[in-house]
């Protein structure tokens, strides 16, 4: 199963973007699927995660309030609303995703997923 990331781009501080990751199949239906962000010299960081049936939200401190994740089943695709960024939320952004329901401590954490997209870039200028 292939998940592919879309959406990323550059924007002023304080702008939205919105990515959205479609997996090649659909295989998550009672899994876990989430975000990660990279930024160069530092390690791959979680951002958000929800638990595909929707029961289940969780956060970084650092984006709460300001992104919110969410998918749509119809599309089979999950998206990451990202508002009032700031300069410091500049990474790459990972999808990824499990087809395990993980505990709420699990799916903070990065080797709990089994499946990754390519990334795509996120860029805010101040």
């Known amino acids: 199963v292939q998940l592919q990331a879309s959406g990323g781009g550059m924007v002023q501080a304080g702008g939205s973007l919105r990515l959205s990751c479609t997996p090649s199949?659909?295989?998550?239906?009672?899994?876990?699927m989430g975000w990660f962000h990279q930024a160069p010299g530092k390690e791959r960081e979680f951002v958000a995660a929800?638990?595909?049936?929707?029961?289940?939200?969780r956060y970084a401190d650092s984006v709460k309030g300001r992104f919110t994740i969410s998918r749509d089943r119809s599309k089979n695709t999950l998206y990451l609303q990202m508002n009032s960024l700031k300069p410091e939320d500049t990474a790459v952004y990972y999808c990824?995703?499990?087809?395990?329901?993980?505990?709420?401590?699990?799916?903070?954490?990065?080797?709990?997923?089994?499946?990754w997209g390519q990334g795509t870039q996120v860029t805010v200028s101040s």
């Open positions: 929800m638990r595909w049936s929707g029961t289940t939200t």
């Open positions: 990824a995703a499990t087809t395990r329901s993980l505990i709420f401590s699990s799916m903070y954490d990065r080797i709990a997923y089994d499946y």
């Open positions: 199949a659909r295989t998550f239906g009672s899994g876990t």
